[in-house]
């Protein structure tokens, strides 16, 4: 059975850097296709940030957090990181980290994801 996992998250100034990591036990290596972080902050809809394919050939962004946010994983490819730079107060939400099998596409879209983490809670203060 998949489980995913997020950690990271906290409370920090406007301005602030925070970096989520995400990983997903249970999945062979050959199965999961796709890592992407999302966010929902109360009163809105679920929007996503960034997603790597997991054999790390490929990133997308949403073009509105490109540039402060990154995407990436560790070398052993078992553990996705979201590093968010310049943090503010509208970036408070809860993250979360979400996982799909192959096939699968790299667009941003919460549909394609299968599993998903319990979330993260993100608190950037002015």
């Known amino acids: 059975q998949v489980r995913v996992v997020e950690s990271g998250g906290g409370s920090v100034q406007a301005g602030g850097s925070l970096r989520l990591s995400c990983t997903a036990s249970?999945?062979?290596?050959?199965?999961?296709?796709?890592v992407g972080w999302f966010r929902q902050a109360p009163g809105k809809e679920r929007e996503g940030i960034a997603a790597?394919?997991?054999?790390?050939?490929?990133?997308a962004y949403n073009d509105s957090m490109k540039g402060r946010f990154t995407i990436s994983q560790d070398a052993a490819k078992t553990t996705v990181y979201l590093h968010m730079n310049n943090l503010k107060p509208e970036d408070t939400a809860m993250y979360y980290c979400?996982?799909?099998?192959?096939?699968?596409?790299?667009?941003?879209?919460?549909?394609?994801?299968?599993?998903w983490g319990q979330g993260t809670q993100v608190t950037v203060s002015s």
């Open positions: 249970g999945y062979t290596s050959s199965q999961m296709c796709i």
């Open positions: 979400a996982a799909a099998d192959l096939p699968c596409s790299l667009i941003l879209d919460p549909s394609q994801f299968v599993y």
């Open positions: 790597i394919f997991a054999d790390g050939d490929g990133t």
